[in-house]
Structures are given as C-alpha cells and as structure tokens.
C-alpha cells in the first residue's frame, strides 16, 4: 500500500504534522519504506492547499493520507481522488507499524 504522510521533517523520526495540507513534506511510503519526500510547494500561498495536495498525492498514487489534521476542503478532495485518509498522532513510525 502507498501511503503519503504529512511531515514537518523530511524523515520519519518526527510526527505527523498537524496542518494537512499545509504540510511542509509529504513522506510517501511503498509497503512501510520510505521512498519518496516531497516538498509540499503549496505549504505558502494562497487558499486552495488541500486541493492541491490531494492532485499531487493523487499523482503518486497515494491510497492513505495520514496527518494530524486534515481539513473539510481536503478531506472531500481526498474522497474525490477516492483515497482514504486518517488523522493521527504519534511518532510516524509506530503509526506504519500499526498499519495492515
């Protein structure tokens, strides 16, 4: 499963961030292992973040989102694209392990 988390960190040894689409990075996992960071260029800006990030995580072929939070206008993009999303906290690598 591809899942993409949203970090402040470009590594797993931290926590989720709490601002979803306004994540500095995106850690994208294959199958629990890291395999991808992405620098969230829609972290600044204008309105329309969640959006956004749900195109580009769409693009990765990303099937769960984890953040700490994830706000309503992500979350319906999120169902849009059809992936399912989750909001949690913790440090990221127990989270993966708790994943089935």
Do not use: C
Not at 14 to 26: D, H, K, N, Q, V
Not at 35 to 54: D, Y
Not at 58 to 71: F, H, P, S, T
Request: no cysteine.
């Amino acid at each position: 499963m591809k899942i993409a988390i949203a970090s402040e960190e470009k590594n797993e040894k931290g926590e989720p961030s709490l601002r979803g689409g306004r994540a500095p990075y995106y850690l994208i996992f294959d199958n629990k292992k890291l395999t991808k960071t992405i620098k969230n260029v829609f972290a600044v800006g204008g309105g329309g973040a969640g959006w956004s990030v749900a195109h580009m995580l769409a693009k990765e072929k990303v099937e769960l989102v984890i953040a700490g939070r994830i706000g309503p206008n992500m979350q319906f993009a999120l169902k849009e694209k059809k992936i399912k999303f989750k909001e949690t906290s913790g440090k990221i690598k127990e989270i993966l392990e708790k994943i089935e």
